[in-house]
């Protein structure tokens, strides 16, 4: 599992998420996402935009 955070994800489907955090199974499929309200550990922060 991989937690991924950035100020800007794009999801496949087109949807821009502002501020998340998106989980990441380990067969790349996305489990779920939330709102990046505090510092996490094991999160990836990226900065500008990802694109999943």
């Known amino acids: 599992m991989r937690k991924v955070a950035a ?3 794009e999801l496949p489907d ?3 998420l502002h501020q998340e ?3 990441i199974d380990d067969n790349g499929n996305i489990i779920s996402h939330h709102k990046l309200q ?15």
Do not use: C, N
């Open 7 to 9: 100020h800007h994800i």
């Open 14 to 16: 087109g949807t821009v």
């Open 21 to 23: 955090v998106v989980v």
């Open 38 to 52: 505090h510092e996490e550990p094991y999160v990836e922060w990226f900065p500008g935009t990802v694109r999943l």
